[in-house]
């Protein structure tokens, strides 16, 4: 794994600022615990109007490090969420969790430069490690 840069949060270092999009509570809860205990910071958003709208606040824009959303949700659906952070941010990389795998969808969204197409439930080790790349790609984004 590549050094991540520790930004400050409230006094403590993080490996990260990592937002959750996705409208099932139980999902975000274990996502956020398993990326906690890896050392990140999230944030969470149950839909796409959400997320964006959580982007928008503050300083989060700049701190932002990799967006995880599912696909299948109310109001803005992933598609438009991830067309829109990829428009607005195209620094921050992007990681996509579903629980409805679609191989050509899948295609699609890995040809666009998403980093990686995660199918619920997903293992801890595999989410962490998809986390960890897409950490990499941003800090070469960066350069």
Known sequence: ???T???MFGGHKTNGLVLIVDDEPD???VVRMTLEKAGYDVIEAEDGE???QEVQKG???LMLDVIISDIRMPKING???INYFQQQYPRVPLIVLTGFPDMEMATGFLKQGIVDYLVKPVEKEKLI???ATAMEKR???RL
């Open 1 to 3: 794994m590549a050094e």
């Open 5 to 7: 840069t520790a930004a």
């Open 27 to 29: 999902v975000r809860k």
């Open 50 to 52: 959400k997320a964006i």
């Open 59 to 61: 300083e989060n824009p």
């Open 79 to 81: 598609v438009e969420a």
């Open 129 to 131: 490690k998809s986390v």
């Open 139 to 141: 800090d070469l984004n």
